[in-house]
Each structure stands twice: as C-alpha cells, then as structure tokens.
C-alpha cells in the first residue's frame, strides 16, 4: 500500500516495499518516531533530530515546528488514484452537480430523487479498474434527479447525481 503524507508543502511517498519495510520515496529511510509525551515527537531523520508538536486547528491536523504550524495530509492509494484520475467526486460551480471522478461503471445506487442526503453520505458505487469507489454526497441536501442506473457506463466528469 503506498500513503502520500505533505506536510505545508512538502510531500513525501511511503509504501511497504516487498520485504515488509517501510520505503520513503523508494528507499529504506534512516529515521525513527521518539514520541515524548503531550502531544510533543521527535522525528531522527538522516542522523538529525527535529521535534514538533502534533495538533489538529479547526478541524485539521498539523504539526507546530519551529513556531510555525504546517496542515498534514495523508492519502492512501485509493485516494492517489482519484487524484491521478481528475480528483475526487465534487460537485460544479454554482450547483449540486455530482461528478464522476473517472470512467468507470455505475454498480449500484444507493440513493433516490427526493431523498434528504447528509453531507459524506454514498450516492452511489462506481467500478474502476477493478476497484469499488463510494461516491459521496459532497454536501446535505436532496435529492433532485438520479441521472445513471446500475450497469450503465460512465465517462470522467459524467453527471451523476444533482442535490437541491
């Protein structure tokens, strides 16, 4: 499984190599996790030592280094996927349009018109490259009109689903 963690705007790509090991951009790294308690780490990496605060602001983790607080992000495969891909399912500007991320093949809908939708809720499964993808509602609403049924092909940016 490979994880994209960025860091303010650093980014870095981990993934267990076939031995188990953890790679960092393909190599084994010369680090270590020295938690030391209060939210307070120390990261050895490449002989140096850097310590940092874990804390989440609004709703975001982040790191506080050197007085400077830095957002984290990390996604998994699937979500590196959907990046390569065009990016997650979202909605277009000035409406509730719900699109496909990537080409794939509508599985199963799970939502009909009229039905209240509350934000991160699945609408409906879509298969790409052999992977089921949940798309989400992007935000609580209604359900106004289902535009595929189950089966049915999808191109990227298809229209999917519209909320009011």
Same mark, same amino acid.
């Given at each position: 499984?490979?994880?994209?963690?960025?860091?303010?705007?650093?980014?870095?790509?981990?993934?267990?190599?076939?031995?188990?090991?953890?790679?960092?951009?393909?190599?084994?790294?010369?680090?270590?996790?020295?938690?030391?308690?209060?939210?307070?780490?120390?990261?050895?990496?490449?002989?140096?030592?850097?310590?940092?605060?874990?804390?989440?602001?609004?709703?975001?983790?982040?790191?506080?280094?050197?007085?400077?607080?830095?957002?984290?992000?990390?996604?998994?495969?699937?979500?590196?996927?959907?990046?390569?891909?065009?990016?997650?399912?979202?909605?277009?500007?000035?409406?509730?349009?719900?699109? %496909? @991320?990537?080409? *794939?093949? !509508?599985? +199963? &809908?799970? #939502?009909? $018109?009229?039905?209240? =939708?509350?934000?991160?809720?699945? /609408?409906?499964?879509?298969?790409?490259?052999?992977?089921?993808?949940?798309?989400? %509602? @992007?935000?609580? *609403?209604? !359900?106004? +009109? &289902?535009? #595929?049924? $189950?089966?049915?092909? =999808?191109?990227?940016?298809?229209? /999917?689903?519209?909320?009011?």
């Amino acid at each position: 499984m490979r994880y994209r963690i960025r860091i303010g705007t650093h980014s870095f790509l981990f993934e267990r190599g076939p031995d188990g090991r953890l790679l960092l951009e393909g190599r084994p790294p010369d680090a270590e996790v020295l938690p030391l308690g209060g939210g307070r780490y120390g990261v050895r990496l490449e002989g140096e030592v850097y310590t940092f605060v874990w804390e989440t602001r609004q709703g975001q983790p982040g790191v506080l280094w050197r007085g400077r607080w830095y957002p984290v992000e990390l996604k998994d495969e699937r979500a590196l996927l959907l990046e390569r891909l065009g990016g997650p399912a979202g909605h277009a500007k000035g409406a509730s349009r719900v699109l %496909a @991320p990537m080409p *794939g093949l !509508v599985l +199963r &809908v799970l #939502v009909r $018109e009229g039905e209240p =939708v509350r934000r991160g809720q699945p /609408l409906l499964v879509l298969e790409a490259m052999k992977m089921e993808n949940e798309i989400r %509602a @992007p935000a609580e *609403g209604v !359900v106004q +009109r &289902v535009h #595929v049924q $189950e089966r049915q092909p =999808v191109e990227k940016n298809a229209l /999917l689903v519209e909320l009011g």
